[in-house]
């Protein structure tokens, strides 16, 4: 079998659960954007990053990206919304990481516009260490080796 077959029936046995992903995470931004976010909400985004890993850990093309949604949605799960809501810095990380996600998945997935997904998996990556790095408090801070940098 080509892999252009094999892509084609990957694209088309997970489009219809994908839109479903897309719908939720579009809700998510909206509340997010309104500062409607809660506990709740978090929970169905670390559910939806959950399934948007395993949507794609079921191809030898994407499966490299898998684990960094779950990493994402444990990090999620750590996350309460009320001290998320204090951070505007880490609201606006998180909207941008979810509409470059709902964006991603509804090109890849629905539009079949293909990007690279390297690119992809690099800037995600790098998009939650920055939400990770916005999230934490001073009481997390690490001091360097006997430096008086405070890094938060």
Do not use: W
């Amino acid at each position: 079998m080509s892999e252009k077959l094999v892509t084609e029936e990957f694209l088309d046995t997970y489009e219809g659960e994908v839109m479903f992903l897309s719908q939720d995470l579009e809700e998510l931004i909206e509340k997010l954007e309104e500062g409607n976010l809660d506990n709740e909400a978090l929970e169905v985004l670390s559910q939806n990053l959950l399934d948007v890993s395993d949507v794609f850990l079921s191809s030898t093309y994407t499966q490299h990206i898998s684990p960094i949604f779950k990493d994402f949605a444990a990090f999620i799960e750590t996350l309460s919304a009320e001290k998320l809501m204090e951070h505007e810095e880490s609201i606006e990380y998180l909207h941008a990481i979810l509409s470059d996600v709902n964006t991603y998945i509804e090109q890849y997935f629905i539009g079949r516009v293909f990007s690279d997904v390297y690119l992809f998996q690099d800037s995600l990556k790098n998009s939650i260490e920055f939400l990770k790095a916005s999230c934490r408090t001073e009481d997390d801070a690490v001091e360097d080796d006997g430096s008086e940098v405070l890094f938060l």
